[in-house]
């Protein structure tokens, strides 16, 4: 492996897939190395296979820390504001949750070179194609809002006015990425992970109760009960910890590493790195801000970020405020790169762009344009005065949250895809946890759903209703997945270099599967009360606003 990096003098691949952009093929260029496409060499020595996973790694860290972003820092520093330790089970649970989605498409990605939008399009039609491509648009840009919140709020406490801040981070965000330099770019966003690791300092500046966060961790309960607010809350850190846009900027961005098969094992490495890493981070903000705020006037009365930096310097230490702070500003940066890149990423499979960080500005205008774009709006959008930022910064992950099902439905349906993944299709096991996943996001949205309707609902005899169908469900579906797997003709047997060596053949070659009634009313289901669910969210989120 070599250091060095040169986009023209890449080796190229015959091409076997549907990429829409040439520079997705060749050699690896990653932040601490590269590897040449012509090394095929087994790594045998514990040296060689560390130097690789230098080289792969990065779209799982990457993709994981960038998840704690403004809206992540805010979120858990909300849930330890107004609900002390009691919430940090949900924490514990979300790592397999992190690590089941994840995988999938780095599956997809490294045995498809194309990116999820463009297989959703592909496989399930233009339809479905723009209502995924179109939720996630909405929801990217209503992210990358909250992140120049994030960036508005850090400033403000270190006496920045907006104005000033908010321009700053748009333009040093547009920067370290439109170099047309892939390795440029994944440096730069290593120098902001590093950043993150102010979580430890901070944590330990607070004094956090052992038996406290030990109880919080393996007792599952809500502080006061189970309510429509937790309950908004909780679904708000699922989906500031496992949120749509991870699916689609992870896949892209193995794709434009060029990671293949046969390096597959490193990035998947990586993901479960990234996972036990975010949640570390997350914890950390959840028991600090738990003990800065336990026993005082404060507790329960969240505000915003800027709020709870103020509070920890008041509580614990200015340099507990100070480090907060920083936090916040190096998530924001870390998550609007990472968010908005997944929206450029998935308007390119979209519309048949190239879409690429190995390329120039003059190479992939539209590219880089639409990154720009969503940049300077969202930049412009929190400049407007007297916006609650604490109400919209929990509405958007709780939006995450409820519409995270959908797109691990279509990951499940792709993994299933013989003639997409070969012999990387999933494994029974691997359905059955992901079955489990969209069950309880399910439920959980349907629980915000119904106690906004219904106000004076018992919150914990409907988990018990809700969880009771849903598990009924799940049962009788995992049976029919399983004698329809026993009654499916076996695999064809590959060797491990076979496997290795497998790519998705062009996907103007395949034929696009044909969907039973019973699929098409489920999707049709689940879309239909996917939007029923964002409506009910805005409902929620306006009363909220008006108390």
């Known amino acids: 492996m070599s250091g060095r990096e040169s986009n023209r003098k890449d080796s190229r691949l015959k091409p076997t897939s549907a990429v829409l952009d040439d520079l997705h093929q060749g050699d690896i260029h990653g932040a601490f190395g590269t590897i040449r496409i012509s090394d095929v060499n087994p790594r045998l020595t514990w040296r060689r296979r560390?130097?690789?996973?230098?080289?792969?790694?990065?779209?799982?860290?990457?993709?994981?820390?960038?998840?704690?972003?403004?809206?992540?820092?805010?979120?858990?520093?909300?849930?330890?504001?107004?609900?002390?330790?009691?919430?940090l089970w949900t924490l514990l649970l979300l790592i397999p949750v992190l690590i089941v989605n994840q995988e999938m498409v780095v599956r997809l990605g490294a045995v498809t070179g194309v990116g999820y939008a463009k297989l959703i399009s592909e496989r399930f039609g233009r339809s479905w194609g723009w209502f995924s491509a179109g939720g996630i648009f909405l929801l990217n840009f209503l992210t990358i809002s909250t992140e120049f919140m994030g960036v508005s709020l850090a400033g403000e406490y270190f006496g920045l006015k907006p104005f000033m801040v908010v321009p700053i981070a748009a333009i040093l965000l547009v920067g370290i990425t439109i170099s047309g330099n892939f390795r440029r770019w994944e440096r730069a966003m290593f120098v902001f992970l590093f950043a993150s690791l102010l979580v430890l300092p901070l944590v330990v500046l607070s004094h956090p109760s052992p038996i406290g966060?030990?109880?919080?961790?393996?007792?599952?309960?809500?502080?006061?009960?189970?309510?429509?607010?937790?309950?908004?809350?909780?679904?708000?850190?699922?989906?500031?910890?496992?949120?749509?846009?991870?699916?689609?900027?992870?896949?892209?961005?193995?794709?434009?590493?060029?990671?293949?098969?046969?390096?597959?094992?490193?990035?998947?490495?990586?993901?479960?790195?990234?996972?036990?890493?975010?949640?570390?981070?997350?914890?950390?903000?959840?028991?600090?801000?738990?003990?800065?705020?336990?026993?005082?006037?404060?507790?329960?009365?969240?505000?915003?970020?800027?709020?709870?930096?103020?509070?920890?310097?008041?509580?614990?230490?200015?340099?507990?405020?100070?480090?907060?702070?920083?936090?916040?500003?190096?998530?924001?940066?870390?998550?609007?790169?990472?968010?908005?890149?997944?929206?450029?990423?998935a308007f390119g499979d979209v519309f048949g762009l190239r879409h690429s960080l190995h390329r120039g500005v003059r190479e992939a205008k539209l590219f880089y344009a639409s990154y720009t774009g969503m940049v300077a709006v969202a930049a412009a959008i929190v400049l407007i005065p007297y916006a609650p930022l604490g109400l919209i910064t929990t509405a958007v992950q709780a939006l995450a949250g409820v519409m995270l099902p959908s797109t691990t439905v279509f990951a499940v349906l792709l993994c299933n895809d013989a003639a997409v993944l070969g012999p990387w299709v999933n494994r029974p096991w691997l359905n059955a946890v992901a079955g489990l996943i969209v069950g309880a996001m399910l439920v959980l949205s349907a629980i915000l759903v119904v106690s906004t309707v219904i106000p004076s609902i018992d919150v914990t005899m409907l988990l018990v209703v809700l969880g009771s169908v849903a598990a009924v469900v799940l049962a009788v579906g995992m049976v029919w997945s399983w004698l329809h797997s026993r009654a499916a003709p076996p695999a064809p047997q590959m060797s491990r270099e076979e496997r290795a060596n497998w790519r998705m053949p062009a996907l103007a070659l395949l034929e696009r599967p044909a969907w039973s009634t019973g699929r098409r009313i489920a999707i049709g289901a689940l879309a239909g009360y996917l939007v029923i669910s964002i409506v009910m969210l805005a409902v929620k989120a306006v009363q909220l606003g008006t108390q």
């Open 50 to 87: 560390f130097l690789t996973l230098l080289a792969i790694i990065g779209p799982g860290l990457i993709v994981m820390v960038g998840d704690n972003d403004a809206g992540g820092v805010s979120t858990y520093a909300q849930a330890g504001q107004d609900f002390g330790y009691s919430l």
């Open 213 to 345: 966060a030990l109880k919080g961790f393996v007792m599952p309960g809500v502080e006061g009960g189970l309510t429509s607010n937790s309950a908004l809350l909780i679904v708000a850190i699922v989906g500031t910890t496992v949120a749509p846009w991870q699916m689609f900027f992870q896949q892209s961005n193995v794709v434009d590493k060029r990671i293949t098969p046969r390096w597959l094992d490193y990035e998947k490495a990586d993901t479960v790195l990234g996972a036990f890493i975010v949640v570390i981070g997350a914890a950390a903000i959840m028991m600090a801000t738990a003990a800065a705020f336990l026993g005082t006037s404060e507790f329960g009365h969240y505000k915003d970020a800027l709020h709870i930096a103020q509070g920890l310097h008041m509580n614990i230490s200015p340099a507990a405020g100070a480090i907060f702070a920083l936090l916040l500003f190096d998530a924001s940066i870390v998550g609007a790169s990472a968010v908005t890149l997944a929206t450029s990423y």
